[in-house]
């Protein structure tokens, strides 16, 4: 998963380099209720990572919310407050469902995906 520019992600197949899957920024607000800069932050992607099997992915938002989205259908599935605002990034255990989120203050939190 590779942010471009804060505003969208794009799923990228590592043996060709060719775009499998885009999200844009416009996605992460389905269902939110933020107005103005609050919502303009909130959306801002600072991390993605996909599940081992490929499943779902996962959009960490400006406002450490992390976003779970069905790889094939782009449907948002789920969406996890982390309460983290100073979130930095994501990254998906290899083999169990844990997804581990780390801030800027020093934190780590692992959570069940």
């Known amino acids: 998963v590779v942010p471009r520019h804060g505003d969208a992600a794009h799923v990228v197949d590592v043996t060709d380099g060719s775009v499998q899957r885009a999200f844009a920024v416009e996605e992460l607000g389905a269902g939110g209720s933020l107005a103005g800069d609050e919502a303009l932050?909130?959306?801002?992607?600072?991390?993605?990572?996909?599940?081992?099997?490929?499943?779902?992915?996962?959009?960490?938002?400006?406002?450490?919310?992390?976003?779970?989205?069905?790889?094939?259908s782009g449907k948002r599935e789920h969406a996890l407050d982390t309460r983290a605002p100073d979130a930095l990034g994501l990254c998906h255990h290899p083999k169990q469902n844990v997804l581990a989120t780390f801030a800027a203050a020093g934190g780590v939190k692992l959570w069940r995906a």
């Not at 996909?50 to 790889?71: E, I, N, Q």
Request: aromatic share 10%.
């Open 41 to 72: 932050h909130a959306k801002r992607l600072v991390s993605g990572a996909v599940s081992p099997k490929g499943d779902f992915v996962y959009l960490l938002g400006g406002d450490g919310t992390v976003h779970c989205f069905a790889a094939v």
